[in-house]
């Protein structure tokens, strides 16, 4: 399957993000050594032994991780499900107890759009102090910090989620620095830019997270968002950037290909 990155010449350019697309070049590599991990505490430590248990665990099939390409951006390995529905299932059964759904062992559309448009962008997270909010299996974040981002951050709840982004980003041997921190009470912080993918997937998620985006943007920080129209996506108070087509790898979803849009907060008058 080929997948194509198919601008849209009726979408407005770019203000404050117009840089012009170059070739990608990836920048040297830092040596990133998974012991990192075990500085990590209580909810997190038990979800990274868990999964350090996972990845080396032999035998193959729908229910294992395994690390592979992502569809739209092959330069990024991840540790995935190929049915993480599946994996779900048989942690749980092996736990005992319910375990949080595990967002980060898919790469969502949305943030493999955001992946891309970053690749593709490189002066777009250059030299700069990077939010990947959400992050999920933190492939974000990573895209990121290929591109020469000088500080990269990931934020997500998920204790399994933080625990993933470490073993992912070790996979591409960059450093980004995962929390199971809760911001979206906060302003961002020290911040240059603050990528989402994929975070308007319910309502509740939606009234929390577009207050914080827009909290973040008015205080001159960039903003990215990456969604391939889920149904709580507020468009009227955003404004997009770029479009993808993007190999569908959720398994809810039967569409072989979905339309995302790269986005930003719109400016509001005064």
Same mark, same amino acid.
Request: overall charge positive; glycine content about 8%.
């Given at each position: 399957?080929?997948?194509?990155?198919?601008?849209?010449?009726?979408?407005?350019?770019?203000?404050?993000?117009?840089?012009?697309?170059?070739?990608?070049?990836?920048?040297?590599?830092?040596?990133?050594?998974?012991?990192? +991990? #075990? %500085?990590?505490?209580?909810?997190?430590?038990?979800? =990274? $032994?868990?999964? &350090?248990?996972?990845?080396? /665990?032999? @035998?193959?099939?729908?229910?294992?991780?395994?690390?592979?390409?992502?569809?739209?951006?092959?330069?990024?390995?991840?540790?995935?499900?190929?049915?993480?529905?599946?994996?779900?299932?048989?942690?749980?059964?092996?736990?005992?107890?319910?375990?949080?759904?595990?967002?980060?062992?898919?790469?969502?559309?949305?943030?493999?759009? +955001? #992946? %891309?448009?970053?690749?593709?962008?490189?002066?777009? =997270? $250059?030299?700069? &102090?990077?939010?990947?909010? /959400?992050? @999920?299996?933190?492939?974000?974040?990573?895209?990121?910090?290929?591109?020469?981002?000088?500080?990269?951050?990931?934020?997500?709840?998920?204790?399994?989620?933080?625990?993933?982004?470490?073993?992912?980003?070790?996979?591409?041997?960059?450093?980004?620095?995962?929390?199971?921190?809760?911001?979206?009470?906060?302003?961002?912080?020290?911040?240059?830019?603050?990528?989402?993918?994929?975070?308007?997937?319910?309502?509740?998620?939606?009234?929390?997270?577009?207050?914080?985006?827009?909290?973040?943007?008015?205080?001159?920080?960039?903003?990215?968002?990456?969604?391939?129209?889920?149904?709580?996506?507020?468009?009227?108070?955003?404004?997009?950037?770029?479009?993808?087509?993007?190999?569908?790898?959720?398994?809810?979803?039967?569409?072989?290909?979905?339309?995302?849009?790269?986005?930003?907060?719109?400016?509001?008058?005064?």
């Amino acid at each position: 399957m080929i997948a194509l990155y198919l601008p849209d010449s009726s979408l407005p350019r770019p203000r404050t993000l117009a840089e012009v697309p170059g070739r990608f070049v990836k920048p040297p590599r830092r040596r990133v050594d998974d012991g990192m +991990l #075990a %500085r990590m505490d209580g909810a997190t430590r038990d979800a =990274a $032994a868990a999964l &350090r248990r996972e990845i080396h /665990a032999p @035998g193959h099939g729908p229910d294992r991780l395994r690390l592979a390409p992502t569809p739209l951006v092959p330069e990024v390995r991840l540790h995935v499900a190929e049915d993480a529905i599946l994996w779900w299932a048989r942690m749980e059964a092996a736990a005992g107890h319910r375990l949080p759904a595990p967002y980060w062992a898919s790469a969502w559309a949305g943030g493999q759009a +955001l #992946a %891309r448009y970053l690749l593709d962008h490189p002066r777009v =997270a $250059a030299g700069r &102090r990077v939010l990947d909010l /959400a992050t @999920g299996s933190g492939l974000v974040a990573i895209a990121a910090a290929l591109t020469g981002a000088a500080q990269v951050r990931a934020s997500d709840i998920d204790p399994y989620a933080v625990a993933a982004v470490g073993f992912n980003a070790h996979a591409n041997r960059v450093a980004v620095d995962a929390s199971a921190t809760d911001l979206l009470d906060t302003d961002g912080g020290d911040v240059d830019l603050l990528l989402a993918g994929d975070v308007f997937y319910d309502r509740p998620m939606t009234d929390r997270v577009l207050p914080f985006l827009e909290r973040v943007a008015a205080r001159g920080v960039d903003v990215l968002v990456g969604d391939p129209g889920r149904g709580y996506l507020p468009e009227e108070r955003l404004e997009a950037l770029a479009v993808y087509r993007v190999p569908s790898t959720e398994v809810a979803v039967e569409a072989p290909v979905r339309r995302v849009r790269i986005m930003r907060p719109r400016r509001r008058p005064g």
